[in-house]
């Protein structure tokens, strides 16, 4: 190859490394104030404000707003007091319930009941849970046994009563309104009252043609 071609080559090559470099050189600056290159320029120029940073634009220097007094998020006004707080117009507990009583309620209720009640309270409600039998295994003292479920005092309680309790919790028992949804809650308490039907019920409760089968 003529020695001039090869020089020139040699100058190309040299050329086409300046972009390279000048492009490392721009990422390992420590003072670099300006963005970097990009195509879509929206991915750093988003019109937004990062937490905790000021706005000059409101008089208080804040970025972000308080919401306007009464602000409801879309799809949860939640104004029906009885089926999302288990009261009636005068605040006190609601003795109705605000759900169709299904089948598939009740299946609902019974799965509910199993995963959040059933530890404590027992499958039967009776008060007898995992939990309670290894409490009372350790013998601490500090203990206090669950409620038996069918217990009159329980029985005589207003389906909302139960709901509230279900959702804010009594005494010892925590407060699960932020695990089970207002529908699991009713779910629940429906199937509570078929435990304590269940475990009340009488001869005389069962339908004469099926009786035969029970003894």
Known sequence: MPRPLIYIALILTSLSLIPMACVVKNWNNPHKTDTRIQIVYDMDSQPKFKAQSTNSFFA????ARQWP??????GLLRNDDRLYHGIEADSSFTTEFP??????????????FDIFC??????????DGMVHRRAESLEQGTWTPPTDLAT?????RPHGYLYNVIANGVRNMPAY?????????????AYMRAL????????????????????
């Open 60 to 63: 208080d220097g804040r970025s």
């Open 69 to 74: 007094e009464g602000t409801v998020a879309r």
């Open 99 to 112: 759900l169709p009583m299904t089948e598939a309620l009740m299946a609902r209720g019974q799965e509910r």
């Open 118 to 127: 059933a530890t404590c309270h027992g499958i039967g409600g009776a008060g």
């Open 152 to 156: 009159q005092t329980v029985i005589d």
């Open 177 to 189: 309104g932020h695990q089970i949804s207002p529908e699991d809650r009713w779910a629940i308490v």
């Open 196 to 215: 304590q039907r269940a475990r009340t019920a009488t001869m005389d409760d069962v339908p004469e043609e099926n009786r035969r089968t029970l003894r």
